[in-house]
Structure formats: C-alpha cells, structure tokens
C-alpha cells in the first residue's frame, strides 16, 4: 500500500531564455562603444597640416578693452574718452579686418559701461567679441574685496 502525504505536483522544466540579462550587456556595451569611438576615428584619420608663412604675433592677439573701477575706458594701453570709444575701435579694427575684441571689466564697473564697449565692437562688425572673466581656481586665490 501506498501513501501520498499531500499533493503530488509534476516538475515543469523552464526551457526559454531568459532574454533581460542579455538585453542589458548588449546595451551596455552599446553604449561604451557610442562613447569610445569619436576617439577611436580621430586617431584613424591622419592630417598633415601646411605651415604658415608668418610666425603668430601681435595681429593674432585680440585688441584689448579695459574698462576701470572708475569707468575709464583702455584700448591697447591707450586711455580713450567714452565718446571716442567707437572712433578708436574703429581705427584698430581697420587695420586688421579679423581681429577680436575682448572686454576686461572690473567686477565692480557698472553693467551699462560694459554694454557700451560690446555695442561698440559689435557695430563695427569685429570678427569675435568676447568679456574676459577669471577661471574658478583663480577666484579662490584673488585677493578679497575691500
């Protein structure tokens, strides 16, 4: 005689794949090579660049505004009036028809001045015109405000 001590169930055997794991790594891997090859082709392409006649100078450098604490305005090493702002802009941009402006301004100037001085470079059509800031590591060491 036999006894059966409560249900008898059959054993059913799993015979598909499981398709998530395998969905993930393909992904992964996916996206790793998304993010390596910009590299990977920059390395592939082989450019010899041509030499330039003249040397970098002084006409690659770009023509300097400062504008002071006080509002007084520089061009190169020049003191200008704001009135002639415009007027010498112009004379040192014609000589060089490329040539960048960048904007140094104390913190402490007043918004208005700054805007003056882009106004005035983005009139006479500079190539770029730029504002000159600080990076972060050079905040933290500049000495404090008084």
């Not at 799993?14 to 891997?29: A, Q, R, S």
């Not at 023509?63 to 509002?71: A, P, Q």
């Not at 140094?104 to 504002?131: I, M, P």
Request: no cysteine; hydrophobic share 45%; net charge positive.
């Amino acid at each position: 005689m036999k006894v059966h001590l409560g249900s008898h169930k059959k054993k059913h055997l799993i015979t598909e794949i499981n398709m998530v794991p395998f969905i993930d790594v393909v992904l992964v891997l996916l996206i790793i090579f998304m993010i390596l090859s910009p590299f990977i082709a920059q390395s592939q392409i082989p450019v010899s660049l041509p030499r330039a006649a003249g040397q970098p100078g002084d006409d690659d450098a770009p023509l300097k505004v400062k504008i002071t604490k006080d509002g007084d305005y520089y061009v190169g090493d020049q003191r200008v009036l704001r009135n002639n702002l415009a007027e010498k802009l112009t004379q040192d941009i014609a000589r060089n028809n490329r040539r960048a402006v960048l904007i140094e301004a104390d913190r402490d100037v007043s918004f208005k001045n700054v805007v003056l001085a882009l106004d005035a470079a983005q009139k006479l059509n500079a190539v770029k015109v730029g504002v000159a800031v600080l990076p972060t590591e050079d905040i933290d060491a500049a000495p404090p405000k008084k």
